[in-house]
C-alpha cells in the first residue's frame, strides 16, 4: 500500500514538473518571440477595426494572470477613429489590456484568444449630431480568418472580463447618455445556432441612464449588481434578456427583463418588478423631474409596483413609461391631504393620448378602487385619474358615509352626533393657484346632527339638511336646526363657489332664506360680540381636516350673505314680534337692514338701516316708522330707551312715529349711553301718564283736587331731536285731563335735565263742553300760569320749581 502511494506521489509530481516545464517554456517563447505575438494580436485586432487606427503602448507576459494559460497584457492600448482630432473621444483607452491564449494553439503556431479582460479605463460610443459616431471604426461583419507565414488565428473570444472601466454610450443625435462605472465585470460567451448566448456577472455605478437627455436620467448615481443570462439572435438581431434579479444599492432587488431589437426601427422594451418597495426609494431612481412630483407624496409601508418601457434606440425621444402598483392599508401624506388606512391600485403612463407624444401633457396617474381615510372621514373610489401632470387636473366619482364626529378637527365645528352621506364627482386642479376651473357635482347629506359653534359659542341640535353641487354652485335644502329655544327652516345658494372657495372667499355671496316659527335672537347674541378664540390641537389638526372646515369658517366670516327672513314669533330681551319678514345683507364689517317688517305690541313697526361691526361697540343707524303701537309694551320692550324718571308703567297711549336714529349698541345688545342721536317725530292718540312722582308731587302742593295720578291726554304731537343722553324737546302744547301745559328745553335722560313748563292753573273740565277749537284755545290760558323750571340736582335727580324761560333769558341778556 505504501509502494503504490509512493508511485502515486512520484507520477504525481513528475507530472506537475512536466507541466511546469512546459509553462516555463511558453514563457519563454513568448518573451523571446514578443514582437511576433504582438504582431498576431495587433492584426487580430486590426482585422476588426475599419479605418481607425489602434496604438499599443507596451507588451509583457502575464504568467500568473491565467495559469495554466498563458496571458499577455498590453499596456497603454488605445482604439481611435478616423475623426478623433474633430470630437475628442476616444473608442477605447485602457491602461491594461490582459489577452489569454490558448496554451496548445500557441504550441502550434496558432494564436487562439480565449479571453480578453480590460484595466483601468474608458469605451467611450459617441455618435454626434449629424449621426456620425466613432463606433464606425468596427467592422459590421468580422467572421474571417487570417492567416500569416503559416500561421492562424482563430478570433473567438469566448470570456471577457471589465474592470474599473467606464463604460458611454453618448448619442446626441437621439438625445440618449447612458454612462456606467463599471467596478467588475465577468462574460463568458457560448455561441449557437442561432447567435449566441452570454452569462454576465457585474457590479457598476450608475451615472446615466437616461432615455431622453431632456428629461434627466433614470438611477442616477445607483449602484447595481446582478448575475445576467443573455440571449442574441443573429439573423434577427435581437438581444433578449429574460427576468433576472438586479440589486440596486445592496438592499432592494429588481426583477428586469428586457428585449433590444438593433434592426428595423431598433425597438426595445425593459419590463420592471419589484416588491415592497418604498416610495422614496423609489423616487430616487427615476428621473428628476417625476421624482420632484414624488417628493410631496410619503408613504408609511412599501408598495408592489411593477415597470414596463417601450422606446426606440434609434429615434430620438423619451420612451413610453408605464408603471402600475398595488398596497394595502398604508397611510399617505402629501402636501394639505392626509390619507390613512389607505388601500388601492394604480399606474402610471406617459402615453394618455396615444400619438401625442410622451411628455408630462400627456400623462396620466389612475387610481383604481381606492379605499381610504381622509381626515378621518371614510371615502372610497372605484377610478381617479389625475391627468396632464404639467398643470394637474383631478377626475373621480367619492363616496363617503361617517359620523359627523369625523369632522371634528380644529375646535371650529365641534359635532356630538348625527352622520354623513357624501357622492361626489370631481374635476379639477390640485395644486397652488391652478387656473383650471374646479367642477364639483353630487349631493352631500347630513342627517340627525348635533354641533357646537365655538367662535359663537352656540348651539345646535336635530340638524338636517342636503347640499346639491351642481358644478360650480351649491344649493342648499331642506335644512333644519333647532337650538334650546328656536327652530329654523332654511335653504340658500352659493354662486362659483368651486371656483373661490379657497382663492377669493370675501368675494363669494351667500343667498339664504329662513323659515321659523320661533326664533329667539338672545341665544345669537354672540355674534354682536367679536369671534372667540380657538383652541387648536396640533395632533388633531394633523389628523384631521382642520384646512376645509377652517377655510369653512374662514368663508362663513368673509363671504356677503343676503338673508331673507320670515318668522311667526321673534323673541329679543323683552322684545316680541309677529309676522317677522326681513331683508338683510351681512358683509364682514357690517349688517344692512334692507327692510324689516313686524308686528309689535298690536301694531306695526318697519325699519331699515345698518350696523357697523366694531367689537364691542358696534355703530348703528335705523330709519324707523311705527304705527298704532301700545307705547307701554313698546317702552317695554326697549328697556325704556334708557330713561330713568319715565318708564312703561307710567305710560298709556297709541303711538305712531317716524325716528331716524344713531348709535352704539354693545356686544350683549344694549344701547350704549349718551350714543343715541337723531330725529324722532310722533303723534300719541289716547295717551295717559299714571303715577308719574314728579307729577304726583305737584298735585300734592297745588292740584289737589285734580286726579294727577292717572293724567289723560287729546292727541299729542311733536318732533324730537336726541343728542346723545339728552332730549330736545320743541315748545310743545298738551292737554289733558288734570291741566294744561306747555313745554319746551332739553329732557337728561341721564342727567342736564333743563325743562321749561308752563302750566295754566285754569282746570280743563270747565271748557269740555266748549266745541269752538279757537274759543277753546284762547280760554286755557285765562286766570293764573304757573311757570315752572326742572332741573337736575347736584344729585342728578330731576326738581321742579319755579321759573319763567322769558324771564330766565331777560335775565341772561342783562347779565
Same mark, same amino acid.
Not at 437616461?210 to 448575475?227: C, I, M, P, R, Y
Not at 398643470?391 to 363617503?400: K, Q, S, V
Not at 357635482?441 to 339638511?465: I, S, W
Not at 280760554?779 to 324761560?805: E, F, M, P, Q, W
Given at each position: 500500500?505504501?509502494?503504490?502511494?509512493?508511485?502515486?506521489?512520484?507520477?504525481?509530481?513528475?507530472?506537475?514538473?512536466?507541466?511546469?516545464?512546459?509553462?516555463?517554456?511558453?514563457?519563454?517563447?513568448?518573451?523571446?518571440?514578443?514582437?511576433?505575438?504582438?504582431?498576431?494580436?495587433?492584426?487580430?485586432? %486590426?482585422?476588426?477595426?475599419?479605418?481607425?487606427?489602434?496604438?499599443?503602448?507596451?507588451?509583457?507576459?502575464?504568467?500568473?494572470?491565467? +495559469?495554466?494559460?498563458?496571458?499577455?497584457?498590453?499596456?497603454?492600448?488605445?482604439?481611435?477613429?478616423?475623426? #478623433?482630432?474633430?470630437?475628442?473621444?476616444?473608442?477605447?483607452?485602457?491602461?491594461?489590456?490582459?489577452?489569454?491564449?490558448?496554451?496548445?494553439?500557441?504550441?502550434?503556431?496558432?494564436?487562439?484568444?480565449?479571453?480578453?479582460?480590460?484595466?483601468?479605463?474608458?469605451?467611450?460610443?459617441?455618435?454626434?449630431?449629424?449621426?456620425?459616431?466613432?463606433?464606425?471604426?468596427?467592422?459590421?461583419?468580422?467572421?474571417?480568418?487570417?492567416?500569416?507565414?503559416?500561421?492562424?488565428?482563430?478570433?473567438?473570444?469566448?470570456?471577457?472580463?471589465?474592470?474599473?472601466?467606464?463604460?458611454?454610450?453618448?448619442?446626441?443625435?437621439?438625445?440618449?447618455?447612458?454612462?456606467?462605472?463599471?467596478?467588475?465585470?465577468?462574460?463568458?460567451?457560448?455561441?449557437?445556432?442561432?447567435?449566441? &448566448?452570454?452569462?454576465?456577472?457585474?457590479?457598476?455605478?450608475?451615472?446615466?441612464?437616461?432615455?431622453?437627455?431632456?428629461?434627466?436620467?433614470?438611477?442616477?448615481?445607483?449602484?447595481?449588481?446582478?448575475?445576467?443570462?443573455?440571449?442574441?439572435?443573429?439573423?434577427?438581431?435581437?438581444?433578449?434578456?429574460?427576468?433576472?434579479?438586479?440589486?440596486?444599492?445592496?438592499?432592494?432587488?429588481?426583477?428586469?427583463?428586457?428585449?433590444?431589437?438593433?434592426?428595423?426601427?431598433?425597438?426595445?422594451?425593459?419590463?420592471?418588478?419589484?416588491?415592497?418597495?418604498?416610495?422614496?426609494?423609489?423616487?430616487?431612481?427615476?428621473? !428628476?423631474?417625476?421624482?420632484?412630483?414624488?417628493?410631496?407624496?410619503?408613504?408609511?409601508?412599501?408598495?408592489?409596483?411593477?415597470?414596463?418601457?417601450?422606446?426606440?434606440?434609434?429615434?430620438?425621444?423619451?420612451?413610453?413609461?408605464?408603471?402600475? #402598483?398595488?398596497?394595502?392599508?398604508?397611510?399617505? &401624506?402629501?402636501?394639505?391631504?392626509?390619507?390613512?388606512?389607505?388601500? +388601492?391600485?394604480?399606474?402610471?403612463?406617459?402615453?394618455?393620448?396615444?400619438?401625442?407624444?410622451?411628455?408630462?401633457?400627456?400623462?396620466?396617474?389612475?387610481? /383604481?378602487?381606492?379605499?381610504?381615510?381622509? +381626515?378621518?372621514?371614510?371615502?372610497?373610489?372605484?377610478?381617479?385619474?389625475?391627468?396632464?401632470?404639467?398643470?394637474? =387636473?383631478?377626475?373621480?366619482?367619492?363616496?363617503?358615509?361617517?359620523?359627523?364626529?369625523?369632522?371634528?378637527?380644529?375646535?371650529?365645528?365641534?359635532?356630538?352626533?348625527?352622520?354623513?352621506?357624501?357622492?361626489?364627482?370631481?374635476?379639477?386642479?390640485? &395644486?397652488?393657484?391652478?387656473?383650471?376651473?374646479?367642477?364639483?357635482?353630487?349631493?352631500?347629506?347630513?342627517?340627525?346632527?348635533?354641533?357646537? /359653534?365655538?367662535?359663537?359659542?352656540?348651539?345646535? &341640535?336635530?340638524? %338636517?339638511?342636503?347640499?346639491? +353641487?351642481?358644478?360650480?354652485?351649491?344649493?342648499?335644502?331642506?335644512?333644519?336646526?333647532?337650538?334650546?329655544?328656536?327652530?329654523?327652516?332654511?335653504?340658500?345658494?352659493?354662486?362659483?363657489?368651486?371656483?373661490?372657495?379657497?382663492?377669493? !372667499?370675501?368675494?363669494?355671496?351667500?343667498? #339664504?332664506?329662513?323659515?321659523? !316659527?320661533?326664533?329667539?335672537?338672545?341665544?345669537?347674541?354672540?355674534?354682536?360680540?367679536?369671534?372667540?378664540?380657538?383652541?387648536?390641537?396640533?395632533?388633531?389638526?394633523?389628523?384631521?381636516?382642520? @384646512?376645509?372646515?377652517?377655510?369653512?369658517?374662514?368663508?362663513?366670516?368673509?363671504?356677503?350673505?343676503?338673508?331673507?327672513?320670515?318668522?311667526?314669533?321673534?323673541?329679543?330681551?323683552?322684545?316680541? =314680534?309677529?309676522?317677522?319678514?326681513?331683508?338683510?345683507?351681512?358683509?364682514?364689517?357690517?349688517?344692512?337692514?334692507?327692510?324689516?317688517?313686524?308686528?309689535?305690541?298690536?301694531?306695526?313697526?318697519?325699519?331699515?338701516?345698518?350696523?357697523?361691526?366694531?367689537?364691542?361697540?358696534?355703530?348703528?343707524?335705523?330709519?324707523?316708522?311705527?304705527?298704532?303701537?301700545?307705547?307701554?309694551?313698546?317702552?317695554? =320692550?326697549?328697556?325704556?330707551?334708557?330713561?330713568?324718571?319715565?318708564?312703561?308703567?307710567?305710560?298709556?297711549?297709541?303711538?305712531? =312715529?317716524?325716528?331716524?336714529?344713531?348709535? %352704539?349698541?354693545?356686544?350683549?345688545?344694549?344701547?350704549?349711553?349718551?350714543?343715541?342721536?337723531?330725529?324722532?317725530?310722533?303723534?300719541?292718540?289716547?295717551?295717559?301718564?299714571?303715577?308719574?312722582?314728579?307729577?304726583?308731587?305737584?298735585?300734592?302742593?297745588?292740584?289737589?283736587?285734580?286726579?294727577?295720578?292717572?293724567?289723560?291726554?287729546?292727541?299729542?304731537?311733536?318732533?324730537?331731536?336726541?343728542?346723545?343722553?339728552?332730549?330736545?324737546?320743541?315748545?310743545?302744547?298738551?292737554?289733558?285731563?288734570?291741566?294744561?301745559?306747555?313745554?319746551?328745553?332739553?329732557?337728561?335722560?341721564?342727567?342736564?335735565?333743563?325743562? /321749561?313748563?308752563?302750566?295754566?292753573?285754569?282746570?280743563?273740565?270747565?271748557?269740555?263742553?266748549?266745541?269752538?277749537?279757537?274759543?277753546?284755545?284762547? @280760554?286755557?290760558?285765562?286766570?293764573?300760569?304757573?311757570?315752572?323750571?326742572?332741573?337736575?340736582?347736584?344729585?342728578?335727580?330731576?326738581?321742579?320749581?319755579?321759573?319763567?324761560?322769558?324771564?330766565?333769558?331777560?335775565?341772561?341778556?342783562?347779565?
Amino acid at each position: 500500500m505504501r509502494k503504490w502511494l509512493r508511485i502515486t506521489i512520484i507520477v504525481f509530481s513528475g507530472l506537475i514538473g512536466l507541466l511546469l516545464l512546459l509553462w516555463l517554456a511558453l514563457a519563454f517563447y513568448i518573451h523571446t518571440h514578443k514582437a511576433y505575438i504582438l504582431q498576431q494580436i495587433s492584426d487580430q485586432l %486590426n482585422d476588426r477595426l475599419h479605418g481607425g487606427e489602434l496604438s499599443i503602448g507596451n507588451m509583457e507576459p502575464a504568467l500568473i494572470q491565467s +495559469f495554466p494559460d498563458v496571458s499577455v497584457s498590453l499596456q497603454e492600448v488605445s482604439v481611435k477613429d478616423s475623426l #478623433w482630432a474633430q470630437h475628442k473621444h476616444e473608442l477605447v483607452h485602457v491602461s491594461r489590456l490582459f489577452v489569454q491564449v490558448n496554451t496548445l494553439a500557441l504550441l502550434r503556431k496558432q494564436l487562439d484568444i480565449k479571453q480578453i479582460s480590460l484595466k483601468n479605463g474608458t469605451i467611450y460610443f459617441y455618435t454626434d449630431s449629424t449621426g456620425y459616431s466613432n463606433a464606425s471604426v468596427l467592422k459590421k461583419k468580422e467572421e474571417n480568418v487570417k492567416t500569416t507565414k503559416g500561421s492562424r488565428t482563430n478570433a473567438d473570444i469566448t470570456r471577457m472580463n471589465l474592470e474599473h472601466v467606464r463604460l458611454v454610450l453618448d448619442n446626441q443625435l437621439k438625445g440618449k447618455s447612458f454612462d456606467f462605472d463599471i467596478a467588475r465585470l465577468k462574460g463568458s460567451f457560448l455561441t449557437n445556432d442561432s447567435g449566441w &448566448t452570454a452569462h454576465v456577472d457585474m457590479n457598476l455605478k450608475v451615472h446615466s441612464f437616461a432615455f431622453n437627455t431632456e428629461k434627466g436620467s433614470f438611477l442616477k448615481d445607483k449602484n447595481l449588481s446582478t448575475a445576467l443570462e443573455l440571449h442574441f439572435n443573429t439573423k434577427k438581431k435581437v438581444l433578449d434578456i429574460p427576468q433576472q434579479v438586479l440589486r440596486v444599492d445592496d438592499k432592494q432587488d429588481l426583477a428586469v427583463g428586457a428585449n433590444f431589437s438593433f434592426a428595423g426601427d431598433k425597438a426595445f422594451t425593459i419590463h420592471i418588478i419589484a416588491e415592497k418597495l418604498s416610495l422614496a426609494h423609489v423616487a430616487t431612481m427615476l428621473t !428628476p423631474k417625476i421624482a420632484q412630483k414624488l417628493d410631496s407624496i410619503h408613504m408609511e409601508k412599501p408598495l408592489d409596483a411593477a415597470c414596463v418601457i417601450n422606446g426606440s434606440l434609434g429615434k430620438r425621444g423619451t420612451p413610453l413609461l408605464y408603471v402600475s #402598483w398595488k398596497t394595502t392599508n398604508n397611510n399617505v &401624506t402629501t402636501k394639505g391631504l392626509e390619507l390613512t388606512e389607505c388601500s +388601492f391600485s394604480g399606474s402610471y403612463s406617459n402615453d394618455w393620448v396615444p400619438g401625442n407624444g410622451h411628455g408630462d401633457d400627456n400623462s396620466i396617474i389612475s387610481l /383604481y378602487n381606492l379605499n381610504t381615510r381622509c +381626515f378621518s372621514i371614510p371615502v372610497t373610489a372605484d377610478t381617479v385619474h389625475i391627468s396632464n401632470l404639467q398643470h394637474p =387636473a383631478l377626475t373621480g366619482f367619492f363616496r363617503a358615509d361617517f359620523p359627523l364626529t369625523n369632522l371634528n378637527a380644529d375646535g371650529v365645528f365641534n359635532f356630538t352626533s348625527g352622520i354623513a352621506k357624501a357622492h361626489l364627482y370631481y374635476k379639477g386642479g390640485i &395644486t397652488a393657484g391652478d387656473t383650471i376651473k374646479p367642477y364639483l357635482k353630487g349631493t352631500v347629506e347630513v342627517l340627525h346632527g348635533a354641533l357646537a /359653534y365655538t367662535p359663537r359659542n352656540l348651539q345646535f &341640535t336635530d340638524c %338636517n339638511a342636503r347640499l346639491d +353641487f351642481t358644478g360650480q354652485d351649491l344649493y342648499l335644502q331642506n335644512i333644519s336646526v333647532q337650538t334650546a329655544k328656536s327652530k329654523l327652516f332654511m335653504e340658500g345658494s352659493v354662486l362659483n363657489i368651486t371656483n373661490l372657495f379657497f382663492t377669493a !372667499p370675501e368675494k363669494l355671496q351667500l343667498d #339664504w332664506k329662513v323659515r321659523s !316659527p320661533i326664533l329667539d335672537l338672545n341665544e345669537f347674541r354672540s355674534f354682536l360680540a367679536q369671534r372667540g378664540k380657538v383652541v387648536q390641537s396640533r395632533a388633531a389638526t394633523r389628523r384631521k381636516m382642520a @384646512r376645509i372646515t377652517g377655510q369653512l369658517d374662514v368663508m362663513l366670516n368673509a363671504c356677503n350673505v343676503n338673508l331673507n327672513v320670515q318668522l311667526d314669533k321673534l323673541i329679543y330681551q323683552r322684545f316680541i =314680534a309677529h309676522q317677522v319678514k326681513a331683508d338683510l345683507a351681512l358683509t364682514q364689517s357690517a349688517i344692512k337692514l334692507n327692510q324689516i317688517a313686524l308686528s309689535h305690541a298690536g301694531g306695526s313697526i318697519r325699519l331699515s338701516g345698518d350696523i357697523r361691526q366694531n367689537g364691542n361697540s358696534n355703530r348703528f343707524k335705523v330709519n324707523t316708522d311705527i304705527n298704532n303701537v301700545h307705547v307701554d309694551q313698546l317702552f317695554y =320692550a326697549f328697556n325704556d330707551f334708557g330713561m330713568q324718571a319715565l318708564n312703561s308703567k307710567n305710560l298709556r297711549g297709541i303711538l305712531s =312715529a317716524k325716528a331716524n336714529l344713531s348709535g %352704539n349698541i354693545s356686544d350683549n345688545g344694549r344701547v350704549a349711553p349718551k350714543s343715541l342721536y337723531g330725529t324722532m317725530g310722533f303723534e300719541l292718540r289716547q295717551g295717559a301718564l299714571v303715577h308719574v312722582s314728579q307729577l304726583e308731587d305737584i298735585g300734592n302742593i297745588a292740584f289737589r283736587k285734580r286726579d294727577m295720578g292717572n293724567i289723560t291726554f287729546e292727541n299729542v304731537k311733536n318732533s324730537l331731536t336726541i343728542q346723545g343722553d339728552k332730549v330736545l324737546v320743541p315748545p310743545m302744547q298738551i292737554n289733558s285731563s288734570v291741566l294744561y301745559m306747555d313745554v319746551s328745553g332739553v329732557y337728561g335722560m341721564t342727567s342736564g335735565t333743563d325743562l /321749561y313748563i308752563d302750566v295754566p292753573l285754569r282746570n280743563p273740565r270747565k271748557d269740555e263742553d266748549i266745541d269752538d277749537k279757537e274759543l277753546k284755545r284762547k @280760554r286755557r290760558t285765562k286766570g293764573i300760569v304757573l311757570h315752572l323750571h326742572a332741573t337736575d340736582d347736584s344729585n342728578g335727580k330731576v326738581k321742579i320749581k319755579l321759573g319763567s324761560k322769558k324771564k330766565d333769558e331777560e335775565k341772561d341778556v342783562t347779565n
